[in-house]
Every structure is written in C-alpha cells, then in structure tokens.
C-alpha cells in the first residue's frame, strides 16, 4: 500500500463560492472545503455572523493537494491570478473583512514561499498587492449548502456572472496545471 503524500493550503480570496470552484479544477488538488478563519467569536461561527463583519473571519477554502503534482508556489500563483489582490477587503460586489485577499501558512516553509509569491507578483500589477499572510488558525467547515457550491449551481445568476470569468482566466493562464 503507497502513502499519500498531501500537504494543506487554506486561503482566502473573496467569496468562497469563487475559489473553491478554481482549485476543483486543479491537477493535483483532492479536496477543497469553504469555510472559516481568521477570526474570533464564542463557539463555531455562523455564515450569517460571517457576512456581519463582527467576527474577523475571513471566508477561505482549504486546499488538500499532492506537492509531487502540484507545488504550494503554483497554487499561490493561480490564487493570485484568480481574484484581484490588490483590493482591500473586497473582491467586486462582495465588500468587507470577511471577502479579504489571505494567505494563512502552516510552517516557516509556506511563510517564506508566501511572500516570495506576493513580492513576485506585485510586479504584474497596477496597484500594490495587499494580501494578508498570517499564521493559520482553527478552521470551520462552512455549512452543507455552501461546499461545492458552483458544481451545484452552475446556472444560477452569480455562478454565471462571476464564476465563470474566473473558471475561463483559469484556463487561459494555468491550462497545463488544470485537471484533464
């Protein structure tokens, strides 16, 4: 029996819908779960609280990916091609803290390949990149109706207007990372 190598990436970029649908459609990538961190509140937040803005969690899909196929540098390329991060706690219409641009390491390893990722990428941008990276936190899996969101909603308004852009910039600039 082989070991499963995995490693975990949990980030933020926006609404949860967005990212979650982009890292389903990359090689390499098991598992990815919306949810919550960053934050404090008395016991497991809610996505109501969530919207509220009152608890400071950020909405973050947590990606559980095989580093021999795809490594933490290439995710944090798609990631910051993928969403505008240089926007401060908003990502189009989905405005506050909880829609905020973050990357939440594990390890010094992920730190340090973090913000080579954002020093690299700033270059490519108009404006000053101002995703977050900070330390990870406790976790909290979003509610049933909010996990493979777009693979359960594909035609519904939102998923169509801005799920698709991202999906279709997804595949213009990491089609050779992209599951077949």
Same mark, same amino acid.
């Given at each position: ?14 609404? !949860? ?7 389903? @459609? ?13 934050? #404090? ?20 899909? %947590? ?15 798609? !990631? ?18 909880? =829609? ?23 270059? =490519?941008? @108009?404006?000053?990149?101002?995703? @977050? ?9 979003? @509610? ?11 035609? %519904? ?10 999906? #279709? ?12």
């Amino acid at each position: 029996m082989q070991n499963k190598i995995s490693e975990v990436a949990t980030l933020g970029g926006g609404c !949860f819908w967005c990212t979650e649908a982009v890292f389903q @459609e990359v090689k390499g990538v098991s598992l990815v779960v919306s949810g919550y961190t960053g934050g #404090a509140a008395p016991g497991r937040p809610t996505y109501r609280e969530i919207c509220s803005g009152l608890t400071g969690h950020a909405e973050v899909v %947590q990606i559980t990916y095989n580093p021999t196929i795809i490594s933490f540098a290439d995710i944090l390329m798609i !990631f910051m091609t993928t969403h505008d991060p240089t926007t401060l706690n908003r990502q189009g219409a989905d405005v506050g803290t909880q =829609y905020r641009s973050v990357i939440y390491y594990y390890n010094p390893e992920q730190q340090k390949v973090a913000q080579a990722v954002v020093v690299e990428i700033d270059t =490519y941008f @108009e404006n000053p990149v101002i995703t @977050e990276i900070s330390p990870m936190g406790i976790f909290y899996n979003a @509610e049933k109706d909010h996990q493979d969101y777009y693979k359960n909603n594909t035609s %519904q308004g939102y998923c169509q207007v801005v799920i698709n852009p991202k999906l #279709a910039r997804l595949r213009k600039l990491h089609g050779d990372k992209l599951k077949s």
